[in-house]
């Protein structure tokens, strides 16, 4: 006899408190970005009223206009971009071949190296910035994207390589045998029959490597004076004077940058779910 026949009333009482605190999670999470939304569609002088006179004032898209006319964030974007792709692709590969050996073969001090590669991943960033700082200025690599994809290499690699060693433990030993078997050599076993097989893994370590790069702000203040990438200009704006913020336009910046992600995780959300719970479970 389940609770709903026992005890309608205990039932119905723990379901509407469930969904009540659903609802206040949802808000919680939602509210901010749905203030931001509507700053973002509102003219400067309307962010001064009362909430009630604030929702329901016209709506305008100028704040839009103005950001993407702005010479600064259209490079922002760019450079964002070449930076968290960079970097995302850079740590795959590495990151790839580095758990395939983790994870396949038996060698003295493996587990040291993973407790190393998990105390790296967690490292505060502003405790490696100064010696950074000085190497990237003695490679030249100052105010660059090389550089600053060299630096986000630190918290990508490490993260990337944690998730997919768990990943290529749980993949069948059968299928590297039967391709050498066929005559395929290791990187052709890696490439032709393992990667397929470790898609979900690679989209998922992708996806939140790239989220991470898109995001980062610290390095890209520390690194870059000019080329710098869309956080560090959002930061940035001002208005016509020292004492004018443009929080319209700074909000319309913000979603712009949001936006993407969102809808990569949308696209992917599958693809995420099984490469996060892969290698969670053992059968």
Same mark, same amino acid.
């Given at each position: ?20 605190l659903v609802l206040v999670i949802a808000f919680y999470l ?125 918290? *990508? !690699? $490490?993260?990337?390589?944690? %998730? /997919? ?7 069948? @030993?059968?299928?590297?045998? +039967? ?78 940058? *949001? !936006? $993407?992600?969102?809808?990569? %995780? /949308? ?7 099984? @490469?996060?719970?892969?290698? +969670?479970?053992?059968?």
């Amino acid at each position: 006899m389940n609770l709903k026949t026992k005890n309608p009333a205990l039932y119905y009482l723990q379901r509407a408190a469930f969904y009540l605190l659903v609802l206040v999670i949802a808000f919680y999470l939602l509210a901010p970005f749905f203030w931001a939304v509507l700053t973002s569609l509102r003219s400067p002088g309307d962010l001064f009223l009362q909430p009630a006179q604030f929702i329901a004032a016209e709506t305008t898209f100028q704040n839009y206009t103005q950001v993407f006319a702005n010479p600064n964030f259209q490079r922002g974007l760019l450079y964002s971009l070449i930076v968290a792709v960079g970097s995302v692709l850079i740590s795959l590969l590495i990151g790839s071949f580095a758990a395939y050996a983790l994870g396949r073969f038996r060698f003295k001090g493996k587990q040291i190296i993973m407790y190393v590669i998990l105390a790296v991943s967690v490292f505060p960033q502003i405790a490696v910035l100064s010696g950074l700082y000085t190497l990237i200025s003695a490679l030249g690599l100052y105010n660059n994207p090389v550089g600053l994809i060299l630096t986000y290499l630190i918290f *990508t !690699i $490490p993260f990337t390589v944690w %998730v /997919l060693t768990s990943f290529v433990r749980d993949i069948p @030993g059968e299928l590297e045998e +039967a391709a050498l078997v066929d005559g395929a050599s290791p990187l052709q076993t890696l490439f032709l029959v393992l990667f397929p097989v470790m898609m979900p893994a690679l989209v998922t370590t992708g996806l939140l490597a790239f989220i991470n790069a898109w995001n980062e702000y610290l390095f890209a203040l520390t690194f870059t004076s000019t080329n710098r990438t869309v956080p560090v200009v959002i930061a940035n704006y001002s208005g016509a004077t020292q004492f004018d913020q443009p929080w319209g336009q700074i909000m319309a910046a913000s979603i712009v940058v *949001t !936006i $993407p992600l969102i809808i990569l %995780v /949308l696209v992917f959300q599958r693809n995420i779910v099984s @490469g996060l719970t892969a290698g +969670a479970v053992k059968g």
